[in-house]
């Protein structure tokens, strides 16, 4: 793998802002900071098309911030039967990691068996997920007594419903860190020569004097000044809210998708001490439970409820709480309670509608394109797992629709930024791999020693390299997605917000009124992560 290039500090804001005048047109516009978006402009940007992407909020701000942290080929579609979708999985999950190794890498997941027959079902199902992952199947999978599986995970309930723990499956997944995931590949779009901006608000569409849309109005979020920016080909990859865009182009438009919520709780890590996952394929309503060991703690999740509204940080529901620490509590030793809670989010996923069909379990998490009349290219569903895939999709398909000249995709072999050989004594998997290549560069900031979150190891030097070199804004940017402060100990977080905003004042030269500002604003947001 070829080392991506050295870490440069990113253009100022105004600078980017600047870019938004040059009258000349762009080839793609993508709408939308998420995982699907920033993965649609890195393969445009790949292909040598000039590119640019705009997000309202921040990167990654809404669903692509709050995923289970695991690239998966997804056990329970295998279980109904939707092999293709599995194998593509599996087949993006091994590029994942060959191509981003300090952002994903091989985690092993405990499936325990209390049933009878148990043991050899799952068996059988992950021995196929093996196979239908080929020559990137990450590790085999094998059979576990139960003094292994106990071994293996120590927590697990040796009892469940007066049945007795007979043993166990250990197969293993994908971990990563999806913010950060989102961070490397914005990174690899300005490696790549495109550009991306945050808060910047697409605002309406701008049509030729043939109807077919050649461009897009922003407004600057954080100013007051608006762009009207030309366009081969604008796409529309704003997850939940891609109705909201296609509405500025065809106001009659049917709403394609269905909102789903999913809900997950932070935990200490001794109700998972190991460096195995565990796995419950199938709760007493037929959802799948993960208790996963994350940056020093442990993850509980998910729910999957529907929700008719779209809010960009949606709360999360009493009873989905109640439900996540009532079936976590039947298969750990340890029975979780509220109290033991140091944070709580809750993501919002772009499941494709489906005609009559009323539970989101039931709908598709395949991605969707679709081109309207006027020429805006739609993407939406899917899942972190094949956006590269997807990414790809859309390219292709607005070639196919004439709004791109021909150019072949170049990402199943692209190194996402920071992919390289790690400095000595940095592991793959630990909060300082994520950084990758530019690891030197973070290490040469100031305040190195200075830790603002010990949960999640921010320090100064953190807080600098974000303003520097990943465009944070505000002291939420580095709270939450820069760093996983805010994920993994909301209360700590909000306690280190005012020095977060201190240094970036001095980093992005605001006045105190301006920090004042920014810790309220986080303030805001961080109550929905904790349980009072």
Known sequence: ???????????????????????????????????????????????????????????????????????HGGVRYLAQGNISLVREALHERGLLNRNAPHLVWPLGFVVPAYGLFDQPFYGAGLKMYDMLAGRLNLSPSRWLSRTETLTQASTVAQSVGGRRLRGGVLYYDGQFDDARL???????????????????????????????????????VLGDTQYT???????????????????????????????SQGVHLTLPRDFLPGDKAVLIPKTDDGRVLFVVPWNGHTIVGTTDAPRDDLPLEPPARDDEITFILQTAARYLSRQPTRADVTSVWAGLRPLVKAT????????SREHTIVVSRAGLVTVTGGKWTTYRKMAQDVIDTAIQHQLLPQAFCRTAELPLHGAGALPDGVHYGTPDSYYGTDLPALRALPGLDHVLVKASGLTEAHVRFAARHELARSAEDVLARRNRALFLDSQAAMLAA????????????????????TVEDFARTAAHYRLD
Not at 41 to 69: C, H, M, P, Q
Not at 356 to 363: D, H, N, P, V, Y
Request: charged letters at 20%; aromatic letters at 4%.
């Open 182 to 220: 989102a961070m490397a590949l914005m990174r690899t779009l300005f490696d790549l020569g495109g550009t991306a901006i945050n808060y910047v608000r697409a605002g309406g569409l701008t049509r030729n004097r043939q109807g077919a849309i050649d461009g897009v109005v922003v407004q600057d």
């Open 356 to 363: 009559g069909e009323a539970s989101t379990k039931s709908l």
């Open 229 to 259: 920016l030309r366009a081969r080909c604008v796409i529309n990859a704003t997850g939940v809210w891609v109705d909201s865009v296609r509405r500025m182009d065809d106001p009659q438009a049917q709403t394609m998708v269905a909102p």
């Open 1 to 71: 793998m070829n080392p991506t290039p050295a870490s440069q500090p990113m253009p100022s804001r105004p600078a980017l802002l600047e870019t938004l005048n040059d009258p000349a047109a762009w080839d793609v516009i993508v709408i939308g900071g998420g995982a699907t978006g920033l993965g649609t402009a890195v393969d445009a940007a790949a292909r040598g098309y000039r590119t640019l992407l705009i997000e309202a909020a921040d990167f990654a701000k809404g669903t692509s911030s709050k995923a289970t942290k695991l690239v």
């Open 498 to 517: 005012p020095e977060v905003a201190r240094i970036l004042a001095e980093e992005l030269g605001h006045d105190a009124a301006w920090q004042r500002g």
